[in-house]
């Protein structure tokens, strides 16, 4: 099974993460696979505006945690910690480089890494039941990469709330914190996405890219700096005993015992 469809209708490319069984958590070789999704489809010139969702019910449960446990183990394990660290911190910057706008159609929980796919899309569309959170402290790891995003788009109060208690919040709350930008019934949320990236398609291309660079890189300038000092704290983070113990912790549903 792919680990990423793609749809493109006229205007509009719709791009899926396809990992149900694994709540579509982010895992290397599906971070290598959005990076050039989103790097063909710059080039591609009919597409307009991009539409990102998740197969399933869930939306995006973060980092693959299998995965990260697993290289715990390896004697190059820092090493690979700083790899994936750097290759998410450039895809969530080549989303918000991108020069078209990207419409997150949020149809379950958005969490960790997923929160951060969320946050680097210009528009976020959200079904009724779809959730946020940023659970990383309660695994012994940070969400170094996420954090200024966050603070960037709903402010430093709300950011700093979120990230220190690491609860997951439900649709209204992200509503009205303004992580989710409009609330649908989930049978009308891939065509309320698809509507609004019609409407932005009929915007004149270069205005849209000047647009989102004045956005996300002058007034923005300083977040994108933040995204290399998160990722740097991302993968430090990962290395410590804490994090053994929590992503242990998560994979065999006990509660974490600190060192």
Known sequence: MPLLRLHIHEHTATVILNRPEKRNALNRALLAELQQTFEDLHLEKRVRAVVLTGAGNVFCAGMDLGEMLETSKLPNANELWQGDAAAYRDLVEFML????????????????????LLLASDIVVAAEGATFGLPEPLRGIVAGLVAP??????????????????QTIDTAEAYRVGLFHELVNPDLLWPRATELAVQCAKCAPPALLQTKRMLNETIGEQMLVQLGAGAAASATARTTEEAREGLAAFLEKREPKWP
């Open 149 to 166: 995003l966050l603070t960037f788009r709903v402010g430093g109060g709300h950011a700093a709330r979120l990230l220190l208690s690491a």
């Open 97 to 116: 480089r991108f020069p078209k706008p990207i419409i997150a159609a949020v149809n379950g929980p958005a969490i960790a890494g997923g929160a951060g």
